[in-house]
Each structure stands twice: as C-alpha cells, then as structure tokens.
C-alpha cells in the first residue's frame, strides 16, 4: 500500500485494483448449468453478485455476459446463448483479460510517473532503461502449451541475440575493412519461422483449427501439423518418423529447437489457445461505474455494430507481443547478463556438468566466445579514443593538430609501443589484446590527478577574474545608480526648496523628499544646514544685542515648549528687572547690594533679579528679592535695602528647576543638600519671568556644563525643605495678592490670584 502511494496511486484506484483481484479470484468459482443444452445459468447466485458488486455492474449484467453472446450480422444484432462448456471458457477468458488488462495498467501507470519529462534537448535522448527477465528454456516431462509459447520467447530472443551480437560483430569487422576469418555460427531463423509463419508456421496452423467449424480435437491439430510440417527439419511426431517409439501416436510431436529437442503433448493445445473474450465482456466493463475500470476497456466504447470479428486467440495475441517486443529491443541498445543454473536441486555445493553445458549451448555463449577470440577485444572512434588517451603522448597532448584523428591515433599507439596489437579500421581503432587497454587506463591513472590540479587551477583563475568582472560591474552599476538617485533626489529637493526665500517661514512647514538609504546621513546634514540658514534668516533682523535674549528664549523653548502653553516668548525679557526704576522703586539700594555682594563674591554679571514670595521648612511666607548671578544665588530682604539674608547659594549646587504648566509664577529651584528655593515671582506687572527664568538657568547650564539642567513642568511640584520632602500645589481664586499656606505636613498650596 505504502508502495503504490509512492507512485502516485490514489485511494481509489488502490481500491480498484483490489477489487479486480479479488474479483479474478472469485470468477474461478463461478458455476453453470444447463437444461437444453443449448442456453446455461449461473448456479452460486450469491457469488454472482459479489462479483457484480466488486466490479460496480449489476448482477444481471454480469451474467447475461457469461451466458449470452450478442451477434451483428448485417446490420442485424442477435442474442446466442452459451453452452455449460462455452460459458466456462468465457468465465476462463474473462478472468485472464481482466488480470492481464490490470497488469497492463499498472505498468503504464508505473513507467508514467517515472518517465522523464522533457524535451530531448534539455535532457538528452539516451534516458530510459528497460529491463526484460527471461528464465530461459522450459523443458519439463510434460510440456505443454505454455512451454511453447515460452520456448517460442526464448528463439526470438536467441535470434535477436545472434543478429546484435554475433552477426552485428562480424558485419562490424566487414564494414571497417579489418582482415579475420568468419566464425560459422546457427541462425535459428528456421525455427522462428516454424512457429510464425503466416499460413504455414505452428500457430497459424492452430488457430485454423481453432475457427474450423464443428467438432475439432487436439489430434486432428496434430495431424494438421504432420501434412504440412512433414518435411521440415525441426519437426518430427510419430506419423512422420514411425521408427521413433518414444512418442505417442496422435499425442506428442518435437521441436528441435536451438537449445535442444522439446517434446510437446497436444493435449489442450486448441483449448488454451482458444480466446473467448468477446465484445460482450468489453462493453460490460466500460459499463462500470468505476471510472478506474472503464479507462482500463476503452475499446468496449464501441457499438455492437461496429465489431464482428472473432477476437485473435492466445497464440496470436503471443506472437504479436513477441514480434513488437524484439522490433523495440533492436532499435535499443541491448545488454546482456547471461545467467547459468548450476543444478536442479538448488543447492550451492552442487555442480551438474550436463546441465550447465546444455545452456552454455543454447544460451550461444560458444559462438559468442569463439567470434570475440577470432576478433579484437575492444574498438572505439578514433575521436573518442584520442580524446580519452590523448594525455599519453607529447605529440597529441593537449590538443593533436597533425591531421585527422586517425593520425592522432596512430603517432599516439606508435609512440606507447601498442603498433602490433592494433589494426586501424575506416572509423574505429580495434585493440585485440586487453592487456594493451589496462596498460593504457594505467598509465592515464598516473596522470589524470596531476591533470585535474590543473584544471582546477585554471578553472579557479577563470572563477576568480569571472568574479573580480562581476563586481566591478557590480560597483560601477552601483556607481551610476547611487549617482542617479542622488542627482533624482537632488533634483527633487531643489524643486521643493527652490522659493523658501521667499515664504515667511523659510520652508520649515515644507516636507522633505524621502532619501535613498546612501544619502540618510547627507540628508540629516543637509537638514541641519537648512536649519542653520532659518535661524540666520530670522536673526538677520535682528540687533546684535538682542542675541542674548533670543539664546534665552531659545533655552526657555527647549525646556518648556509643549508642556507650558504661555511661557512669555512675546515679550522683551530684561533679566534683571530690579535695577530697572520701571520695576523697581528702590533702586539705588538694590544697585548698591549688588555692588557690595559683586565686590565680596567675585561674581561678574547679574541674570535675573525679581520680587518674590518664599516660603522654608516652617511653613513661613516672606517678601524677598531673589538675585541669580553667574557665581551665586541669593535671597535679599526688600525691607532693609536689599541686604543678603545670608551667604549665597553657589551655581554649582543647583540640581534641576520645576514649574507648574499655568500662568502662576511658582518656581522651585532644587538644591544639593535638600533644602529648595520655593518662592512665587512677585511685582511681575502681569508679565510670565518663570520662564524667563527657566531659560536663564537653562542657558547658563548649557555654556558651563554643556548640557541641559533638569526641567520639569508638573501640576503638583515635589520639593525638599529641611531634607523633607513636600508637595506644592497652586490653588487659584479671589486672592488680593499671592501666598503660600499650609495644607497638611507634606503639602504646601500657592494662592494665585486670579
């Protein structure tokens, strides 16, 4: 099962072949009677319709084609039943056909599927391997019918082994003007032609028997044979040579065949020959439901009326196999592996002499023998010789350019010594010893492998300058590409670039081409140029000592854009609005505290300056000035000229800066130590300075420690004051002015005005 799904065999062809086999089987027991002689039945109904069952046909069907034969007869369709004994020859027939068809079927089906598909030209011609098992001669005691047509076999083999192996080799020598002495050897074409023979050879004079009408015995066949065979060689019987007293009268006749003579008894001769196969059981199987078994009858397709002729019996059904067989051997080219058995008990100590002679004889393995010891051992071409032994001889090595290859031949077979072993033919060198052929495969032995270094030294130079072309083609393919698809993209961002001069916003909202993957980092850079030329472009306006002001919006951007919706870029930042007498009423001394501070702590510019509201670690809200220098921050008390409540906080300890996303002016600036500054910017005239101051602090985080400090925007800020940690949260309303409360230990609440 496993087998026949390999090659392709569905599950219902499986099931079919099966059922076609048990079916065979189950004819076998199928019997009939009869009551007039003339018509019969079928007696087991109850195999009738097992069989009806396996083979999808009713069981009507099936036994009108047992019983039954329809007739055509100028244009006429006749009914004629069969007798007991007919009906059990048709059963026989019908049998064998269905096995035999089912045999043929799975062949076909076999060479199918492992046929090469192709054309010639993509897989040559030379790609099927047949193979034809022949036991040999069959003679036995009693032989009988099937040895016949076995032994029939083994002539026509024999005789297509003579003319391809005996005859072809003489023919060869002939053709090729070689001087040699014939070898005389038996052509059994007599014999075949004693078998075939239209009108005249065994099997015709058989099947004449078998059509005769009435009544006709196995000895009137045999006494056929004797009026017309009586005075052919190969055939006796005891009418035509009286004297020989071991062969029954009207029984027994000899073949003398090419193995040896064979004598048959006529006995079932005309019954075994005859093939009662008719239309009927044709049609009745293309009739089958089972498309399997239709497909395998395609000739039952035909009308009643369209077949009238008897079908051909056994024999000549064999015999036409076996003349289509040996024409397709002979345009084959043949191989032959001659078997020998040793004896008859199947033993492999034993060794019958006469036995293994009697088929060294028949097997023509003498003729064979003596025509290759008269002849040469070995021929080729001249071109394929030169070809194979070429290597041998400095004058026909590497490539022999002295004339044809026959002179190649030549000089090569001079120069090795072989001159007197060989004889030059028209087409082919012919070597008669095989000596000289294991000499020369020797001697080719010793140098193939210095011969395949070589080659493969040059086969691997060819590889590598293949190679090396490709890639230069490759590269310089890559070259042209990369150069296309950068001038494509080129072109394509000038076309989209060309009038930003011209927009207000100098092509920030325009869409850059997409980059073939080489020029991703030219295009980043080509990016950051064009963002450099924006903000050229918007600094040109501008005055040059507007520049610190716009790096700190810049910074305050950075730090603040997307997380705090109004962070004052409109307006003018002045930074320290405390020397200023528009913010600040008190200036002088303000001025005079910076002086005194600048003085003692060294430090060189003032950032930002403002008004604010602080709360500490008490919970205690105070007015204080908040003063941020490059060096220090400082708290200074309004109320007593600006003095500094206390040493200045340096730079360095400043960790990150919070604000809330609003409009209040909570700013929490984080200390190293954990005490905070958490103060509101006061006196603001209504402007935003948190972020001012955000992006002071940012800025000068960036020039002094080239990165960005810690900004962060949150609705509930956390500080630390006095090493603990609190929240600040913004509460807004109807406030007079803004402050700070306590809510609970860890919360602290900015009251903004609203």
């Avoid at 004629?80 to 079927?105: C, I, N, P, Q, V």
């Avoid at 009435?214 to 004297?243: C, I, N």
Wanted: net charge positive; with cysteine.
């Amino acid at each position: 099962m496993a087998a026949l799904k390999v090659l392709g065999f569905t599950a219902d062809e499986q099931d079919t072949i099966w059922k076609l086999v048990a079916a065979t089987l189950h004819l076998g027991n199928l019997k009939f009677e009869t009551e007039d002689r003339e018509t019969s039945h079928v007696v087991n109904r109850d195999l009738l319709v097992t069989i009806a069952k396996l083979l999808v046909l009713t069981p009507e069907e099936v036994e009108k084609a047992l019983c039954h034969r329809v007739v055509a007869a100028r244009g006429e369709v006749m009914e004629k039943g069969h007798t007991k004994e007919e009906a059990e020859y048709g059963r026989d027939a019908f049998a064998k056909a269905m096995y035999e068809r089912l045999f043929s079927w799975i062949v076909q089906r076999i060479n199918s599927v492992i046929e090469v598909k192709g054309s010639v030209l993509e897989i040559g011609d030379n790609t099927v391997i047949g193979v034809l098992d022949i036991y040999g001669f069959e003679i036995f005691e009693d032989n009988s019918f099937e040895q016949f047509c076995i032994n029939y076999c083994n002539e026509k083999l024999q005789q297509l082994f003579i003319e391809l192996v005996l005859k072809q080799e003489q023919e060869e020598y002939n053709r090729e003007g070689i001087e040699w002495s014939n070898v005389e050897y038996f052509n059994n074409r007599i014999i075949c032609d004693l078998v075939e023979q239209q009108h005249k050879g065994i099997i015709s004079i058989l099947d004449e028997a078998c059509m005769n009408v009435g009544k006709v015995t196995d000895e009137m066949f045999l006494q056929a044979m004797d009026q017309k065979l009586s005075s052919h060689a190969h055939y006796t019987s005891r009418q035509t040579r009286p004297t020989n007293k071991e062969l029954a009268h009207n029984r027994d006749f000899i073949i003398r065949h090419y193995a040896g003579d064979v004598t048959y008894d006529v006995e079932g001769f005309i019954d075994k020959n005859k093939d009662t196969l008719y239309q009927d059981f044709k049609r009745l199987l293309y009739s089958s439901k089972d498309k399997t078994l239709s497909s395998m009858w395609p000739e039952g397709k035909a009308s009643v009326f369209e077949v009238t002729k008897r079908p051909p019996t056994a024999g000549t059904v064999f015999k036409t196999s076996m003349i289509e067989l040996v024409k397709n051997l002979a345009s084959k080219e043949p191989y032959y592996i001659r078997c020998i058995k040793p004896n008859e008990e199947k033993s492999p100590l034993l060794f019958d002499d006469v036995r293994v002679e009697h088929q060294v004889r028949y097997l023509g393995l003498l003729e064979n023998v003596h025509v290759r010891r008269a002849g040469f051992a070995y021929r080729q071409n001249y071109t394929r010789f030169l070809q194979r032994y070429k290597m041998l001889s400095q004058y026909t090595w590497p490539n022999f350019r002295g004339g044809v290859d026959k002179k190649g031949v030549e000089f090569l077979m001079k120069d090795k010594g072989f001159q007197s072993d060989v004889k030059y033919g028209r087409t082919k060198i012919f070597v008669r010893t095989p000596k000289t052929i294991f000499l020369l495969e020797q001697a080719r032995s010793k140098l193939i492998p210095g011969i395949v270094l070589y080659l493969q030294k040059v086969w691997r130079g060819t590889l590598a300058r293949r190679r090396a072309h490709y890639m230069r083609s490759i590269y310089k393919i890559m070259g042209a590409y990369k150069a296309y698809k950068a001038r494509s993209y080129m072109r394509e961002v000038i076309s989209t670039f060309k009038d930003v001069g011209t927009q207000t916003d100098y092509g920030a909202s325009l869409a850059w081409p997409l980059p073939p993957k080489v020029l991703n980092n030219f295009s980043e850079e080509m990016k950051r140029m064009h963002r450099r030329w924006r903000a050229h472009m918007i600094l040109v306006p501008l005055q040059k000592e507007d520049y610190p002001e716009v790096r700190t919006k810049i910074a305050a951007m950075d730090a603040l854009s997307g997380k705090r919706p109004d962070w004052g870029y409109n307006r003018r930042w002045h930074g320290n609005y405390l020397a200023s007498v528009n913010h600040n009423s008190e200036t002088a001394s303000f001025i005079n505290s910076c002086g005194h501070l600048k003085s003692q702590d060294r430090f060189n510019i003032v950032l930002f300056s403002s008004h604010c509201k602080k709360t500490n670690h008490h919970n205690k809200s105070s007015d204080r000035a908040l003063l941020v220098t490059d060096k220090h921050i400082y708290k200074l008390d309004p109320t007593k000229k600006y003095k500094a409540m206390k040493a200045g906080t340096p730079m360095d300890k400043v960790k990150g800066i919070r604000v809330t996303p609003g409009s209040d002016q909570l700013v929490i600036i984080e200390l190293d130590g954990g005490n905070d500054f958490v103060v509101c910017l006061m006196d603001t005239n209504g402007e935003n300075r948190a972020p001012e101051l955000v992006g002071i602090l940012n800025k000068f985080w960036i020039m002094q420690k080239r990165k960005k400090l810690d900004t962060r925007v949150e609705s509930q800020a956390m500080c630390h004051l006095n090493k603990k940690s609190k929240f600040v949260q913004v509460q807004k309303g109807s406030y007079s002015k803004a402050d700070f409360k306590k809510d609970s230990n860890n919360t602290i609440t900015l009251m903004w005005p609203q």
